[in-house]
DNA sequence: ACAGTTGCGTAACGGTTGTTATGTAATTGG
DNA sequence: CCAATTACATAACAACCGTTACGCAACTGT
C-alpha cells in the first residue's frame, strides 16, 4: 500500500527547513513558499507533510522546545541549569533566537499563549528543586522557591535578550561571568 | 498657501491608531489597511502621514519609547526604576507588550537590531548612576556597575516577559514582592 | 499485471499586502 | 478670482499569501 519514500525523513527534511527559515528570519518569514524555497522544492510537498500554517508555526515551536530539551540534558545543578539557556554557542544562540522572536505571535494568538505560558510554568517547576536544594547548601537565601525561580528564569531570559541584540558586549565569557557574580551576590554571607 | 487642516492633530490621530492596532495584534498585525480600518479612514491617509510601511514600523517604535519616557519620570531610585519598567498597569502592560512583540521584527532587520541594542545602551547606562549610588549605601554588593545593571536590567524584562504571559499568576503585587525580595536578596549583609 | 495508494510538482483561486497614480474638494496667497 | 497647494478618497498594480485541486509518476499488495 505504502510507497516508496520514508515518510518520516522527508518530514525531518521539511522540518528542518523550517527551521532554518525561522532561526534567520522569525515567525514573521515563516511562509509556505520560504520552507518550500528554503528546501528546494514545491509548496505541494510542504502542504503533503504540514496541513497548513497553523501547523507549521505549532511545529516549530515544537522544534524550539525539543531542541531546549536537547541543550539541556539531565541539569541537576542550578547554575549549569541557567548557563545552559544563555546564547554562548551558535546552537543555543539559534534556539534563543526562535524563542524571542515566536513571543510576538504567541502574544497575539489565544492558544500560543496558553502554550507559552505552561512552557514557563514548566520550566520554574523544573528550577524549583534545584533552587531549593541551593537553599539548603546556603547558595541562596532563605523565601519562597517559587519567586526565587521566577527571579532566576527572568534573571536567565532577560540576559538572554540583551546578548541576542548585543552579541559583542556579551561575550560567551562575560554572560558567565556576569551569571556567576549575580549567583555569588546571591549567596547569603554565612 | 497650506490647506486647512491642523496637520500635526491629523497626524497624531494617525499615530494614536497606529499604537492601537500594534498594542492589540502586535507588529504582524501592522500594516497599511489595519491603520485605516482602525482610524475609520482610507489608506491614502495613512500613506498621506506615513509614506511607507518602514516609517510606520519605526513610528510605533518611537511611540513606545515616547511612552516609556513618559511612564517612567526622572527617577533618582533603583527600585522605582525597575518597578517602572513591570507590566502593573494597564498603560505600561501595553507598552511592554508592544516591546515585546517588536523584538521579532528587530530580530530580523539590521537597521532595527541597532536601534534596539542602541535603546538597550541607553537604558543600562540611566541605570548605572543608580547602580553606584545603591553599591555605595550598601544596598547591592561592590563590583561592575555594568555588570549589575545588566544584570538588574536582565531581571526586570525576564519578570516582565513572564507577567505578561501569566498575569493572573504574577499580578501586580506579586511582582512587585518578587522584584523587593529580590534587590533584598542582592543586599549584602556586611 | 493490475488496482490502489502515496509522493509531490504545477497551478489556479481568492484574499491581502505595500506602493503608486489619479481625481477631487477645499483652502490659501496674490 | 484664480493659480497653487494641500488633504484625502478611490482604486489600480504587481507581488505575495494560504489553501485547494489536479495530474502524473512510482511503488505496493494481491
Known amino acids: 500500500m505504502p510507497a516508496k519514500t520514508d515518510h ?11 527551521w532554518r527559515v525561522v532561526a534567520e528570519g522569525g515567525f514573521g518569514a515563516l511562509t509556505l513558499r520560504s520552507v ?9 510537498l510542504v502542504t503533503h507533510y504540514f496541513g ?9 515551536l515544537e522544534l524550539a522546545e525539543d531542541r531546549t530539551r536537547a541543550s539541556i540534558p ?3 545543578d542550578l547554575r549549569t541549569a541557567l548557563a545552559a539557556v544563555l546564547p554562548t554557542t551558535p546552537e543555543v544562540t539559534e534556539i534563543s533566537r526562535v524563542w524571542v522572536s515566536s513571543w510576538d505571535v504567541a502574544l ?12 514557563y510554568r ?9 533552587v531549593i536544594k ?20 527572568a534573571f536567565a531570559h ?33
Chains 1, 2 share one sequence.
Open 108 to 119: 497575539a494568538e489565544p492558544e500560543l499563549h496558553a502554550l507559552e505560558r505552561a512552557r
Open 134 to 153: 541551593a537553599q539548603s547548601v546556603g547558595d541562596l537565601p532563605p523565601g519562597d522557591p517559587g519567586d526565587l525561580a521566577t527571579g532566576l528564569a
Open 158 to 190: 532577560g540576559l538572554v535578550v540583551q546578548a541576542l541584540f548585543d552579541p559583542t558586549t556579551y561575550t560567551p565569557k562575560r554572560q558567565l561571568r556576569i551569571l556567576d557574580t549575580h549567583l555569588a551576590a546571591l549567596r547569603p554571607s554565612d
Open 8 to 18: 518520516d525523513a522527508r518530514r525531518r527534511d521539511v522540518s528542518a527547513a523550517v
Open 36 to 44: 518550500a524555497a528554503e528546501l528546494g522544492a514545491s509548496t505541494g
Open 52 to 60: 497548513s500554517k497553523q501547523q507549521l508555526i505549532r511545529h516549530a
Open 122 to 130: 514548566r520550566w520554574r517547576t523544573r528550577l524549583r528543586p534545584l
Open 74 to 76: 539531565e541539569v541537576t
